[in-house]
């Protein structure tokens, strides 16, 4: 049976762990080539390469901070030179208050430099891949974009005010993209996944507080967190040609949450 991205070419950033490396394995299992992106985590992008190529599929790695337009331009260039061209990207990296890397604070609390940082790769981060990215699929006039916000856009919660902001902004980003490129080819849309296990935000909020499991399974109504599998599954799907029609699209993956 043939697979549905035999030929095409997928870039992930984020794809060292959680969402961003089974969305990486599942693109592969389709038949896409994989540039996997990450920038702090080395040892698990280059791991993400490994478990795809162990697999059958084909997959590089290249360091990038999506925060700085160098490394994001260079990513791309580097994905199309290797690969000859760009088909799907899913702009997943992203950072959140967890109580370990960025402590969970209020407003009046917030460091500026957390601000900053929140917004820098969350936001921006987004809008430099996208720049790149779509200037590539234009030449093409094929591509899909798919990026990773998050309930709190929808749903935000106290201690969490630079990630609600960053993920609410990146709401009216994709939507004003999918605009810009709706007649050129090109789609653009935005999941929003629920609390996730086998995520670095998932797992250091609970491992530092073990009772916020809890309290999440209590405010999903499907009561179970969901699994990684769950938002590439989407991630994928949306790219596909059984979604050929959908753009500027705002997906939540969430259990239920947002209907709430």
């Excluded at 856009?153 to 902004?169: E, Q």
């Excluded at 009216?172 to 995520?199: F, H, K, W, Y």
């Excluded at 499907?222 to 959908?246: Q, T």
């Amino acid at each position: 049976m043939a697979k549905k991205f035999n030929g095409r070419v997928a870039l992930v950033t984020g794809g060292a762990s959680g969402i961003g490396r089974v969305a990486a394995q599942i693109f592969a299992r389709e038949g896409a080539k994989i540039m996997v992106c990450t920038d702090s985590n080395i040892k698990g992008g280059e791991e993400t390469v490994k478990l795809i190529k162990d697999a059958g599929g084909e997959a590089s790695f290249v360091k990038c901070d999506v925060s700085r337009a160098s490394d994001v331009e260079a990513a791309v260039a580097e994905c199309v030179k290797r690969y000859g061209r760009l088909d799907y990207a899913f702009n997943n990296a992203g950072i959140g208050p967890d109580g370990k890397r960025v402590p969970v604070v209020n407003i009046v609390d917030c460091p500026e430099e957390i601000w900053d940082r929140t917004i820098d790769i969350n936001l921006k981060g987004v809008f430099l891949c996208m720049k790149y990215e779509m200037r590539q699929m234009l030449k093409q006039k094929y591509g899909v974009i798919i990026n990773t916000s998050s309930v709190g856009a929808l749903k935000p919660v106290p201690g969490f005010c630079a990630y609600n902001a960053s993920k609410s902004g990146l709401i009216g980003l994709t939507r004003t993209a999918a605009l810009e490129v709706a007649a050129s080819g090109i789609r653009v849309n935005t999941v929003l996944p629920g609390p996730t296990d086998r995520t670095l935000l998932f797992e250091y909020l609970t491992g530092t507080n073990p009772a916020v499991k809890d309290e999440m399974m209590n405010i999903i109504p499907m009561k179970r967190v969901g699994h990684p599998e769950d938002v590439a599954e989407a991630v994928v799907w949306l790219c596909s040609d059984a979604a050929s029609f959908i753009t500027g699209h705002v997906m939540p993956v969430d259990g239920g949450m947002t209907s709430t």
